[in-house]
């Protein structure tokens, strides 16, 4: 792999960003050509329904694409959904090389993008920085391979690992930074979920409070016995429009009260008295759902880890100590007994913010590849 490749795969993966939070149910990609070591077209998919990153970059190479090389996060995909194929397109312009930074896992497109180029003779290269590429898209690779959105769980720490007070008092724990950052994860994920537990504790909004105002993800209540107070910020005018409640009552004159708010009931299987967490996931995944930031419940992230739903960890840790043994903790519960059998992370990344440390990392079983 030279340095160009790298680099050029860079700059594509550099524009793909600029599409996440935007794409879904796609995945977000970027592409760039070049032209006797000249980018001449760049692109990336920026909607749903609209032109893919490779056709806006030929569009602004034109006639220069004829012999130039292709840079794309994503291979290009060969079936007609509401776009026509980009491998098409590719093969029309006449490039001459494609390189791929990683095969596409849905299987409409699987290595058939690829496999069309190459019958039409357009040598193409795979796998170039695609760990990268990977992580662009976690939520459409678990969604296309399983049906299930990716999970990710968020708290916030202090140093001796308590999310809040021996009173329950959990504001505020981190500093604005840290509290700014998950806003813009709410601003790119399509749910933020959160026990009924949190509902009644903290009240919460969950919506997006960015200074230039992003979108607002779906607001998930697991409630398995619908004790979400009429007065929730989450049940307010302005806000019921956009939340869901996911329970295993059946009571009509309940659901009525709360359609008529326009909240969204998914009544789930039950597990143990609660809601089934896997049949919860397996819905929502349905509903075309690709990403859940879990966002609260100490009894909701212990059965999520419990059962293997948590695809990535975000723990924000402030440099604060509580002491005591009446502080909450992260997760509630009987925890696990022998050291061998606890749950293996990897891929640690530490990000600071301010005073603040974040720690993001993946399950050693983790639904993506070569993670």
Not at 6 to 34: E, F, K, Q, W, Y
Not at 117 to 128: F, K, M, N, S
Not at 236 to 241: A, D, K, L, P, Y
């Amino acid at each position: 792999m030279v340095e160009m490749d790298m680099r050029m795969m860079r700059r594509s993966i550099s524009l793909a960003r600029h599409g996440v939070g935007r794409t879904s149910p796609n995945p977000v990609v970027g592409c760039v050509i070049v032209k006797d070591g000249r980018i001449v077209g760049e692109g990336w998919h920026r909607k749903a329904g609209t032109a893919h990153a490779e056709v806006h970059a030929l569009a602004q190479a034109g006639d220069l694409a004829r012999g130039a090389d292709v840079y794309v996060t994503l291979e290009p995909c060969s079936h007609y959904g509401r776009t026509p194929p980009c491998a098409n397109a590719l093969v029309d312009s006449m490039v001459s090389r494609v390189f791929v930074g990683m095969r596409d896992p849905n299987p409409l497109v699987s290595g058939r993008g690829i496999e069309k180029l190459r019958t039409a003779g357009i040598e193409v290269r795979c796998g170039i920085l695609e760990r990268e590429c990977i992580r662009l898209n976690e939520p459409f690779i678990k969604h296309v391979t399983s049906g299930m959105p990716f999970v990710t769980l968020k708290s916030a720490m202090t140093l001796d690992g308590k999310t809040a007070t021996s009173i329950g008092e959990s504001k505020w724990i981190t500093n604005e930074l840290s509290r700014r950052y998950v806003h813009k994860l709410r601003a790119v994920v399509d749910a933020v979920m959160v026990g009924v537990g949190t509902v009644l504790a903290d009240n919460p909004q969950l919506n997006c409070r960015l200074p230039r105002r992003a979108k607002d993800p779906l607001r998930i209540i697991v409630d398995s016995r619908l004790r979400t107070p009429p007065d929730s910020k989450v049940l307010s005018r302005e806000m019921s429009g956009n939340t869901m409640i996911a329970t295993i009552e059946k009571d009509p004159a309940r659901f009525s009260w709360l359609e008529k708010l326009g909240v969204r009931v998914l009544v789930c299987a039950e597990r143990s008295g609660r809601v089934d967490l896997m049949d919860m996931f397996k819905r929502l995944g349905s509903c075309g759902i690709q990403s859940v930031l879990l966002e609260g419940g100490r009894s909701l992230a212990s059965a999520a880890l419990h059962e293997g739903l948590i695809d990535k960890f975000l723990l924000f840790y402030a440099p604060k100590v509580l002491g005591g043994e009446d502080g909450f903790g992260l997760f509630s519960g009987k925890g696990i007994e022998k050291m061998d059998s606890a749950v293996t992370l990897k891929n640690i990344a530490v990000r600071r913010f301010g005073e603040d440390i974040m720690v993001e990392a993946y399950p050693e079983k983790s639904c993506l590849p070569v993670l």
